[in-house]
Nanobody
Framework: QVQLVESGGGLVQAGGSMGLSCAVS????????MGWFRQAPGQDREFVAA????????FYRNSVKGRFTISRDNAKNMLYLQMNSLKPEDTAEYYC???????????????????WGQGTQVTVSS
């Protein structure tokens, strides 16, 4: 059974940094895409970043490019999201997810993913 468990959320001031982690168990990564999504209250879940496990190709939403970095550690079965220069609009519940398929994955839509973590709250104060 595949499980994803996020950690690292909390409260940070605008302009600060925060790192999120996602522990992955029960999964052989193969060529899956692993992603980070976020959801603010009253809003739809939105794509943040993704990484293709087999070749490290990364994808970002425009508003986080240059500020956020997605990475992974095969040996530790971990997925990370380093967030710098945080803004109040980054406030949301953050989720890691695994793609439903290993081929033709559209990385920036939530329906491409079928395994989700429970989420971790990130709050950026102004």
């Amino acid at each position: 059974q595949v499980q994803l468990v996020e950690s690292g959320g909390g409260l940070v001031q605008a302009g600060g940094s925060m790192g999120l982690s996602c522990a992955v168990s029960g999964l052989t990564f193969s060529d899956y895409v692993m992603g980070w999504f976020r959801q603010a209250p009253g809003q739809d879940r939105e794509f943040v970043a993704a990484i293709r496990w087999i070749n490290d190709h990364t994808f970002y939403r425009n508003s986080v490019k240059g500020r956020f970095t997605i990475s992974r550690d095969n040996a530790k079965n971990m997925l990370y999201l380093q967030m710098n220069s945080l803004k109040p609009e980054d406030t949301a519940e953050y989720y890691c997810a695994r793609s439903r398929s290993t081929i033709a994955v559209v990385a920036d839509i939530s329906r491409s993913y079928d395994v989700w973590g429970q989420g971790t709250q990130v709050t950026v104060s102004s």
